[in-house]
């Protein structure tokens, strides 16, 4: 079965503070996405990573960074907490182009974050 | 233009009608279709992936996709009250890798 795991479901920190969010998939997928989801905006895709230690940024990678040092985790990092990044962050991952289903992403329980 | 459209709604259907989500899309050469299913405050999961023109059905949900016309759309069929949520349709782009264009979503409300 598909397990998709965040570190936090809920999570509240100073503006200022540095922020880890913790994705792990145990299903070998290749892709990991970060998203964070807003009301009336959406699904908005912060950063996603192909490979150990590769990234790419998405549409809205300004104030994050990413880190991948194994397969099968993928961390957000916000390197000084502002209110704005008030929001749910949404993991996800995907096997890469080639197989069967490639492109469906499978999602994490998200993780709820409110910067004070 | 966005690049995925969905009406917002709230779509409101009695227990037991059919409910009818639309999606439509930009990018023609978009090849990958998804319907994902979101409870309030839950991640998205996965309802069905269609991938070729025409219907495809499980359970009480039902895919249609109309490449010619760049929609896509999600039938249900003997709607519960547990069906109430917000439904993402997603698209991946020619030339996206494995990325997903996401829609705002729709939101369903099913009244007993």
């Known amino acids: 079965d598909v397990k998709v795991t965040q570190s936090s479901r809920y999570l509240v920190k100073r503006t200022g503070e540095k922020v880890f969010l913790e994705c792990v998939q145990d299903m070998d997928h290749e892709n990991m996405f970060w998203y964070r989801q807003d009301p009336g905006l959406g699904l908005r895709l912060i950063y996603f990573s192909y490979d150990v230690k590769m990234k790419e940024k998405g549409d809205i990678p300004e104030g994050y960074s990413v880190s991948r040092e194994k397969k099968e985790r993928f961390s957000l990092i916000l390197e000084s907490a502002s209110t704005n990044q008030t929001s749910m962050y949404l993991c996800?991952?995907?096997?890469?182009?080639?197989?069967?289903?490639?492109?469906?992403?499978?999602f994490g329980p998200g993780t709820r974050l409110t910067v004070l | 233009q966005k690049e995925v459209e969905q009406n917002s709604g709230p779509l409101s259907v009695p227990e037991g009608a059919i409910a009818s989500l639309n999606c439509t899309y930009s990018?023609?050469?978009?090849?990958?279709f998804f319907w994902y299913r979101q409870y309030s405050g839950k991640s998205p999961e996965l309802i069905m992936s269609i991938y070729s023109n025409g219907d495809k059905e499980d359970g009480r949900f039902t895919a249609q996709l109309n490449k010619a016309s760049q929609y896509v759309s999600l039938l249900i069929r003997d709607s519960q009250p547990s069906d109430s949520a917000t439904y993402l349709c997603a698209v991946n782009p020619f030339n996206a890798g494995n990325m997903l264009t996401f829609g705002g979503g729709t939101r369903l409300m099913v009244k007993p």
């Open positions: 990018d023609r050469g978009s090849q990958s």
């Open positions: 996800a991952s995907s096997f890469p182009l080639g197989g069967v289903n490639t492109d469906t992403q499978y």
